[in-house]
């Protein structure tokens, strides 16, 4: 589906910082192997999270060694959750997001399963490289990557490119207590990074909508 279509779908609107806290917003976090031990049951009924993030793989020989266990925990204690890959600019985009979608970074229609995000940090990473494996994995799951980076990365490395505000959901990443603006020219963010810390490990995340809203971006 158009990512077009899911913005209709989930419903999600810009908000300004000062009406963040009135909207409805959902908690989640992302982690890999350097969470070697995660409570998820705890996460999930204690800490209110929701959603998770897993590492999956990083360029086109590198599996998580947590993944697996950590995707199915997750999923065993109720978490809407999806993984990710961590990306290198130097080889091929296609090939990645062929290794990708291989292990762990799939999608399937059954409303617990994110699309796969595309970590884009350190080293730049080109415009073109970006739209390439977006495209490839689009044509491997029907759904266009969830695109992380910062707004400083992706302002020095795309030069601020709008070119997916129409098709890609953007995870920002900005440690503070209020958004900061959203780069790119997206209208605004799907999920935004918030914190480098998490009570059960990783990052702190929140969904920029409800639970009804994350369900409905799983579901495509």
Known sequence: MHFA???ALVGLAAAAPAELSKRATVKGFDISHYQSSVDFNA????????????????????KDPKFSSHYTSATNAGFIRGGYHFAHGDTSATSQAN?????GGGWS???KTLPGMLDLEGDCISVSWI??????????TSRYPVLYSSPSWWKQCTGNSNAFTSTNPLMMACWSSSP???????PYYTIWQNADSNPYGGDSD?????LDSLKKLASG
């Open 180 to 186: 900061c603006t959203p780069q790119g020219g997206w």
């Open 131 to 140: 739209k390439e494996f977006s495209d490839r994995y689009h044509a491997l």
């Open 5 to 7: 279509s899911i913005l």
């Open 206 to 210: 929140v969904f920029n909508g409800s």
């Open 109 to 111: 229609n059954d409303g």
């Open 43 to 62: 996460a999930y009924n204690s800490g209110g999270l929701r959603f998770v993030y897993i590492k999956a793989t990083e360029g086109t020989t590198y």
């Open 99 to 103: 290794y990708f979608v291989q292990n």
